[in-house]
């Protein structure tokens, strides 16, 4: 499948410096990875003769910036962030992605040790779109589960071992910090805006036996068995969340997190180099997959990796090329980690300064774990089947947010979603 | 004129184009004429997104002239100091909407924010501000209304000082004081000019976007999903583009209507 796996012919006409004085646009999503490129691309600048003009904006503005400049053709971005998992279809049908297959086998234009092999399959299986490599992966993230492990000692309650704990424990934790007045503290947060909080969800619904998708590929929402992830996602929200969850994305759940203002929650493995900044956070959260459904057995959560890729419009698409092969190099990816980028290389996952790296704090060596069990089991599936995936996530966000707001029974709401799902197919 | 065309015309005339046509990121775009406008007639989240418009726009636009005027007014009568206040009162709306948003942000959240603190102190019980479909459209008017009342109170002053003294005179003779000579002399002098604060203000409420969408993005559920929100949505997240432009388009006669219907209410209240 992975014909971008074959290496170049050979070294041959190679050169690092052959695009010397050019300068190449780069389009970033606000991100860690890209948080960490600010400081590096002098580097890169430095070993090509390539200058660069990166922006950086939030992922909505991000996006919105991204389709209107795509949209026009316009050559001014040759290098931009993508999540293929999420908009593949759509920006490939756009024309809007540069094929890097022939660019991946032109002698000339890559380096000979850029290996493609070497990535996760699973991650450049995912950067395939209609036979296309469309992008690079550059890094590799799902959601995990944190909790407070002193709080949780405290309170003599034991880390939940299946999502059908989540609840009761929940609720020891919420008597517990009204018996010890550790009333700042909630039980949970979690993602509450109704675009983004699937990427969580999708682990309450599948492990308990769900599917956003019934088996003749309609939307499922409303199906028996995908109706009680859905409910209890929204139960702890509402019973056991902070005020004004419904407002809430990562920002939140991970400066509540890091002040030490709730006892559990599932969010993005990309969060935690932010989340262990904070003071004693590194000593006293555990980190771990989230737990598998006791009765199903199931255990599927969200993983994905977003890439870079070069624009269709790029009138320098070699250069751009060049930073591609520049940024995802196991010497750059192994810098990466510091900034709690989890590498997508396998050499890198697998090689001395990661382990080292893990091996200074028992939460990092959890969380490297955790992430190696998510590649494994996880699916970048967490919507019902279409290609207009933002919608439809919208519309899945949109059934959770009307459960929490007591606007709607999880049954109806997951019913009506499931109509609304049905026109996007 | 070549300006005019390049810079109004082609742009409208692009987006009105676009409104006609079923255009989805990576699908051909089709001619529909009115189908997209249609759909939008049928389309609860329209409605809503309407309602909801139509709702901050007069709850923000009210407080807004009420505050800005009294705010007005206080300012004419100070004797020193007016300078300092006026710089002060300039304050706000020069801030960035990016900056107001994440400010409310910051003190507004109910988990960490000042607002709940402070509110804790004086023995009132939290509230959910942003983060409630009840409070949601109040909140969103009360911030705006921090910002923007002190600029209509600026127009106000300016009105104010620049009416004839002869006739407060003549009202203080004949006994006018207090309410009876802001209802029956100030005001009616100064209706001009509070419509015309009205009409600057309207415009920019109906068009009224940045702050919402840093605070709640039209959230929680749909509760603040205004016209402008629905459309950027539709266009730049689900890349819905004829449709969203038709949403702008109803917007922009929305904003258009308004502002007719205020220049003839400028023209009954002129004397």
């Known amino acids: 499948m992975l014909a971008a796996g074959a290496a170049p012919a050979g070294a041959q006409g190679f050169d690092w410096q052959s695009h010397k004085g050019t300068t190449i646009n780069l389009l970033f999503n606000n991100h860690p990875w890209s948080q960490a490129m600010r400081d590096l691309t002098k580097e890169f600048t430095a070993k090509t003769g390539i200058e660069t003009r990166m922006d950086i904006f939030n992922e909505e503005q991000f996006r919105a910036r991204l389709a209107t400049l795509m949209q026009a053709h316009s050559p001014d971005i040759d290098v931009y962030m993508s999540l293929a998992s999420r908009e593949g279809q759509v920006f490939d049908r756009s024309g809007w992605?540069?094929?890097?297959?022939?660019?991946?086998?032109?002698?000339?234009?890559?380096?000979?040790?850029?290996?493609?092999?070497?990535?996760?399959?699973?991650?450049?299986d995912s950067e395939m779109v209609n036979g296309k490599l469309v992008a690079l992966p550059i890094n590799m993230e799902g959601p995990l589960f944190y909790w407070r492990k002193d709080i949780?000692?405290?309170?003599?309650?034991?880390?939940?071992?299946?999502?059908?704990?989540?609840?009761?424990?929940?609720?020891?934790?919420?008597?517990?910090?009204?018996?010890?007045?550790?009333?700042?503290?909630?039980?949970?947060?979690?993602?509450?805006?109704?675009?983004?909080?699937?990427?969580?969800?999708?682990?309450?619904?599948?492990?308990?036996?769900?599917?956003?998708?019934?088996?003749?590929?309609?939307?499922?929402?409303?199906q028996p068995k995908t109706l009680p992830g859905l409910e209890l996602y929204a139960k702890l929200l509402k019973d056991y969340g902070p005020p004004g969850a419904l407002n809430h994305t990562f920002t939140q759940v991970v400066e509540l997190l890091g002040q030490g203002r709730i006892a559990m929650t599932y969010e993005s493995s990309n969060e935690f180099a932010n989340i262990v900044r904070f003071p004693n956070?590194?000593?006293?959260?555990?980190?771990?997959?989230?737990?598998?459904?006791?009765a199903s057995g199931i255990n599927k959560p969200v993983v994905i990796g977003w890439g870079i890729s070069v624009s269709a419009w790029s009138k320098q698409q070699e250069a751009a090329w060049m930073f591609l092969q520049w940024a995802t190099s196991p010497e750059i990816e192994a810098r990466l980690v510091d900034a709690g980028v989890a590498p997508p290389r396998t050499s890198v996952f697998n090689g001395p300064t990661f382990k080292a790296w893990t091996a200074q704090l028992p939460i990092r060596q959890a969380w490297a774990d955790s992430l190696v069990t998510v590649a494994r089991i996880g699916t970048s599936v967490y919507q019902s089947p279409t290609d207009r995936i933002p919608e439809a996530r919208d519309i899945i966000g949109g059934a959770v947010q009307?459960?929490?707001?007591?606007?709607?029974?999880?049954?109806?709401?997951?019913?009506?979603?499931?109509?609304?799902?049905?026109?996007?197919? | 004129m070549l300006?005019?065309?390049?810079?109004?015309?082609?742009?409208?005339?692009?987006?009105?184009?676009?409104?006609?046509?079923?255009?989805?990121?990576?699908?051909?775009?089709?001619?529909?004429?009115?189908?997209?406008?249609?759909?939008?007639?049928?389309?609860?989240?329209?409605?809503?997104?309407?309602?909801?418009?139509?709702?901050?726009?007069?709850?923000?636009?009210?407080?807004?002239?009420?505050?800005?005027?009294?705010?007005?007014?206080?300012?004419?009568?100070?004797?020193?100091?007016?300078?300092?206040?006026?710089?002060?009162?300039?304050?706000?709306?020069?801030?960035?909407?990016?900056?107001?948003?994440?400010?409310?942000?910051?003190?507004?959240?109910?988990?960490?924010?000042?607002?709940?603190?402070?509110?804790?102190?004086?023995?009132?019980?939290?509230?959910?501000?942003?983060?409630?479909?009840?409070?949601?459209?109040?909140?969103?008017?009360?911030?705006?209304?921090?910002?923007?009342?002190?600029?209509?109170?600026?127009?106000?002053?300016?009105?104010?000082?620049?009416?004839?003294?002869?006739?407060?005179?003549?009202?203080?003779?004949?006994?006018?004081?207090?309410?009876?000579?802001?209802?029956?002399?100030t005001l009616p002098?100064?209706?001009?000019?509070?419509?015309?604060?009205?009409?600057?203000?309207?415009?920019?409420?109906?068009?009224?976007?940045?702050?919402?969408?840093?605070?709640?993005?039209?959230?929680?559920?749909?509760?603040?999903?205004?016209?402008?929100?629905?459309?950027y949505r539709r266009g730049f997240e689900f890349f819905d583009i004829g449709y969203a432009t038709a949403t702008m388009v109803a917007l922009a006669a929305v904003v258009f209507g308004t502002t007719l219907a205020f220049a003839r209410i400028r023209r009954a209240v002129r004397w």
């Open chain 1, 281 to 294: 956070r590194a000593s006293d959260l555990g980190v771990k997959p989230f737990p598998p459904g006791r």
């Open chain 1, 97 to 124: 992605f540069a094929d890097l297959q022939p660019l991946a086998k032109n002698a000339a234009a890559t380096a000979p040790d850029l290996n493609l092999p070497d990535f996760s399959k699973g991650l450049m």
């Open chain 2, 3 to 185: 300006f005019a065309v390049a810079m109004i015309v082609f742009p409208f005339g692009y987006a009105l184009v676009l409104s006609m046509q079923d255009f989805v990121f990576g699908h051909d775009a089709h001619f529909v004429g009115f189908g997209n406008y249609v759909r939008m007639a049928g389309d609860p989240q329209v409605r809503l997104a309407l309602v909801l418009t139509v709702e901050l726009w007069l709850v923000s636009l009210a407080l807004q002239l009420v505050i800005g005027t009294w705010l007005g007014l206080l300012l004419a009568r100070m004797r020193r100091g007016r300078g300092l206040a006026r710089a002060v009162l300039v304050s706000p709306f020069m801030l960035p909407p990016v900056v107001v948003g994440m400010m409310a942000i910051v003190i507004l959240d109910p988990s960490f924010g000042i607002a709940n603190w402070l509110l804790g102190l004086m023995g009132i019980a939290p509230r959910l501000f942003l983060a409630s479909p009840d409070t949601v459209i109040l909140t969103l008017a009360g911030i705006d209304t921090w910002q923007w009342a002190p600029f209509v109170a600026l127009i106000v002053l300016g009105g104010y000082l620049s009416l004839p003294s002869d006739v407060f005179e003549a009202a203080a003779i004949d006994g006018a004081a207090g309410w009876r000579r802001f209802r029956y002399v």
């Open chain 2, 189 to 231: 002098l100064l209706a001009p000019t509070i419509v015309t604060a009205a009409v600057l203000r309207s415009v920019d409420l109906l068009r009224f976007f940045d702050i919402i969408y840093i605070t709640t993005a039209g959230g929680p559920g749909y509760a603040s999903t205004t016209l402008n929100i629905l459309a």
């Open chain 1, 152 to 222: 949780f000692a405290k309170c003599g309650i034991p880390e939940p071992m299946a999502e059908e704990d989540l609840l009761p424990t929940a609720e020891k934790l919420k008597n517990c910090a009204a018996a010890h007045d550790m009333g700042m503290v909630t039980p949970w947060a979690g993602r509450g805006l109704r675009g983004i909080l699937n990427y969580s969800l999708t682990a309450f619904i599948n492990n308990l036996g769900g599917d956003f998708a019934t088996p003749d590929g309609k939307p499922g929402l409303c």
């Open chain 1, 402 to 425: 009307q459960i929490v707001l007591g606007q709607a029974s999880a049954h109806d709401a997951a019913c009506a979603a499931d109509a609304e799902l049905a026109k996007l197919q």
